[in-house]
């Protein structure tokens, strides 16, 4: 992934305010790249327009040397607060991003299942997420994006809801999932512990 030269501005009330100037880095693949800074510097900006859900005033960003014009399979953010859809079971919330694929229902949730595991719920695979904690909700999220098999895995500190013995274990799965599934992340946060 590549972004060259990103600036990004916001008018509120008539006032233009920089957020992004020049901004340029390449991230090889299979890394995983820590992007550290305090509240309100431009760390979610920046991967909205690495995702393709913003457009930047200036520059580019290619990934596999094409431009993002918008959002694609080829990159899952994975947000904060997890967006798993309440109505849905487990299995339903991982099988979510996997409905607009060609797959047998039987694949789907073959593959479903095998990201389940991955984060260690198999065995929670028909509960629903009221039913679960919120490191669970988090891992169920991990699953969802990770079972899309995205080439970049964007994070907006995602561990930022859960309590810091949970966010120790998330990260430490995060870290043997990677190297498993050789996806290349790059990870939003304000914390130093985390970035390391």
Same mark, same amino acid.
């Given at each position: 992934?590549?972004?060259? @030269?990103?600036?990004?501005?916001?008018?509120?009330?008539?006032?233009?305010?920089?957020? *992004?100037?020049?901004?340029?880095?390449?991230? @090889?693949?299979?890394? &995983? &790249?820590?992007?550290?800074?305090?509240?309100?510097? @431009?760390?979610?900006? $920046? !991967?909205?327009? !690495?995702? @393709? =859900?913003?457009?930047?005033?200036?520059?580019?960003?290619? &990934?596999?040397?094409?431009?993002?014009?918008?959002?694609?399979?080829?990159?899952?953010?994975?947000? #904060?607060?997890?967006?798993? $859809?309440?109505?849905?079971?487990?299995?339903?919330?991982?099988?979510?991003?996997?409905?607009?694929?060609? !797959?047998? +229902?039987?694949?789907?949730?073959?593959? +479903?299942?095998?990201? *389940?595991?991955?984060?260690? %719920?198999?065995?929670?695979?028909?509960?629903?997420?009221?039913? $679960?904690?919120?490191?669970?909700?988090?891992?169920?999220?991990?699953a969802r994006a990770l079972?899309?098999?995205?080439?970049?895995? %964007?994070? /907006?500190?995602?561990? +930022? +809801?859960? /309590?810091? =013995?949970?966010?120790? #274990? !998330? #990260?430490?799965?995060? *870290?043997?999932?990677?190297?498993?599934?050789?996806?290349?992340?790059?990870?939003?946060?304000? /914390?130093?512990?985390?970035?390391?």
């Amino acid at each position: 992934m590549e972004a060259t @030269g990103l600036s990004k501005r916001f008018t509120h009330k008539g006032r233009t305010e920089p957020v *992004l100037n020049d901004v340029s880095f390449q991230v @090889g693949q299979n890394e &995983i &790249i820590s992007i550290l800074g305090k509240s309100g510097c @431009g760390k979610s900006t $920046l !991967l909205h327009l !690495l995702g @393709g =859900f913003e457009r930047p005033d200036e520059g580019t960003v290619r &990934i596999n040397g094409q431009p993002v014009t918008g959002p694609s399979r080829n990159c899952i953010m994975l947000f #904060q607060h997890y967006g798993l $859809l309440p109505w849905r079971t487990v299995l339903g919330n991982v099988e979510l991003g996997l409905e607009n694929e060609r !797959l047998p +229902a039987s694949e789907r949730k073959e593959r +479903a299942m095998r990201y *389940l595991r991955k984060v260690g %719920l198999e065995d929670k695979a028909g509960a629903f997420p009221r039913q $679960l904690s919120g490191g669970m909700q988090q891992r169920v999220a991990l699953a969802r994006a990770l079972a899309v098999q995205p080439k970049l895995l %964007l994070m /907006d500190e995602p561990f +930022a +809801a859960v /309590d810091t =013995f949970t966010r120790y #274990q !998330l #990260q430490d799965e995060l *870290l043997r999932i990677q190297r498993e599934e050789r996806t290349t992340i790059i990870l939003v946060t304000h /914390d130093i512990d985390e970035a390391v």
